[in-house]
């Protein structure tokens, strides 16, 4: 009997070899069913938040931003409102009396004069909160806009990222996507056109 060692021939090793690799790709390794498995742990989250409303005016202003003009002249929102009750508007979409437009002026400036307001400013101001709501205008408003602050897929905060403008009550903040979880708009008002009647905080009240 021949003693010597047989060997491979080299292109059958080699198609073994590719065989052998190619079975082990396809079939992969075992899978492992257990859920609890980190790998297959999977943190899908979607949070979300909206702003809805935040343009109500008190029911004795008629429809009038009382506390953005009132802001924006420096003065407190019932001195305005006093200032404002001895003057006679004109109606809905009508053009006022120059007449009257002179006496209504006199009227507040009397009123408004010891605080510091002056005549030019309150056209300023007059004329930028202007607006004839039976033609389906509003005074100027910039709707504000917020993120939610997401860490590990949980909440953890809501991030200003425009305060707008233009609110005249507090708007409702409404978190979608976690439950129990509710937020609260602080509106401030200001001197400046820009900042007055903006969202400048957002408390959250979360579940401990």
Request: glycine share 8%.
């Amino acid at each position: 009997m021949d003693a010597t060692p047989r060997t491979y021939p080299h292109k059958l090793f080699v198609f073994l070899f590719l065989f052998l690799t190619f079975i082990l790709t396809a079939c992969g390794s075992p899978s492992n069913t257990n859920n609890s498995s980190p790998d297959n742990d999977v943190i899908n989250v979607h949070i979300s938040v909206k702003i809805n409303g935040g343009y109500d005016t008190d029911q004795r202003d008629g429809g009038r931003p009382v506390v953005l003009i009132a802001a924006a002249l420096n003065v407190p929102t019932e001195v305005f409102r006093e200032a404002f009750s001895h003057v006679t508007p004109a109606g809905a979409g009508q053009e006022p009396d120059p007449a009257q437009v002179k006496l209504n002026k006199e009227a507040l400036l009397n009123a408004l004069g010891p605080y510091g307001v002056t005549n030019e400013r309150l056209d300023e101001v007059s004329n930028y909160y202007r607006y004839n709501g039976s033609a389906g205008e509003t005074w100027p408003q910039t709707p504000a806009k917020l993120a939610v602050v997401v860490t590990d897929g949980k909440l953890t905060g809501i991030k200003i990222v425009n305060g707008g403008s233009g609110y005249s009550s507090t708007p409702i903040i409404t978190i979608l996507g976690v439950e129990d979880v509710t937020a609260t708009a602080v509106v401030s008002y200001t001197i400046d056109f820009e900042t007055n009647g903006s969202i400048t905080a957002i408390n959250l009240n979360m579940p401990r």
